[in-house]
């Protein structure tokens, strides 16, 4: 079961983070086989973007790391390009790659891509969801809208249902509207959840003062 969350943080002076939060969970046909150490977060290399995926723990982490072992060496260069032309230059790789797939030992997946637009104060988070059913050989894609607001932007994955649940609480605390509040949601909803405890990962987009990119994928 995967939770999966975007959170966004704001300041006085406009957008300043995007987090993307999974568990750190992968499991098999029983929920006692497990390993509580898989990375469902990837972070660019060389461009600000940070991706999240659900679904199929196999294919996907593997074809992300592809991704973004091509950008490392230099072989696909994003520097120049627009937060759209790096998700259209990125996601056609993985389709590439996940195209390749021929086996009916496959799940569907579904992923996310955090992307910064621009540099400063003046620059803006972009969000997109995409889906692969292998089976089908299909893929659907949208661009999520983000409010300019501290929240969890988007909450998906089995674990929904659960986040929502703390997300709600986390409203009626004296630390509501907060990005503190929202990520410390997704954290309780974990502990809370029968065999998750309290593994999570993230990959994070900042903005900080000196206007370089920051970008983390990490266990807690």
Same mark, same amino acid.
Not at 3 to 27: K, M, N
């Given at each position: ?17 995007? =987090? ?19 990375? $469902? ?11 999240? =995926? ?69 620059? $803006? ?6 889906? =692969? $059913? ?16 501290? =929240? ?69």
């Amino acid at each position: 079961m995967t939770s999966l969350a975007v959170a966004i943080a704001r300041d006085s002076r406009g957008p300043t983070s995007l =987090y993307l939060l999974t568990d750190s969970r992968i499991t098999w046909a029983e929920p006692t086989e497990r390993w509580d150490a898989g990375s $469902k977060t990837f972070v660019s290399p060389g461009s600000a973007d940070v991706f999240g =995926y659900y679904g199929d723990a196999h294919f996907m982490p593997m074809a992300l790391s592809q991704v973004m072992n091509l950008i490392a060496c230099g072989v696909m260069d994003l520097t120049a390009a627009t937060a759209e032309e790096r998700h259209t230059t990125m996601l056609a790789q993985l389709k590439n790659s996940l195209g390749r797939i021929s086996t009916k030992h496959v799940l569907d997946m579904t992923l996310f891509h955090g992307a910064r637009e621009g540099d400063g104060m003046e620059c $803006k988070f972009r969000l997109w969801r995409s889906t =692969y $059913k292998p089976k089908l050989k299909r893929w659907h894609g949208e661009e999520l809208a983000i409010e300019d607001r501290s =929240y969890l932007a988007r909450v998906d994955g089995a674990g929904k249902p659960t986040v929502e649940k703390f997300e709600a609480k986390a409203s009626e605390k004296p630390a509501s509207g907060t990005s503190r509040a929202a990520i410390n949601a997704f954290c309780e909803s974990l502990d809370s959840a029968a065999g998750l405890l309290n593994w999570w990962a993230f990959g994070e987009l900042d903005q900080p003062d000196n206007l370089d990119f920051a970008g983390r994928d990490a266990f807690t």
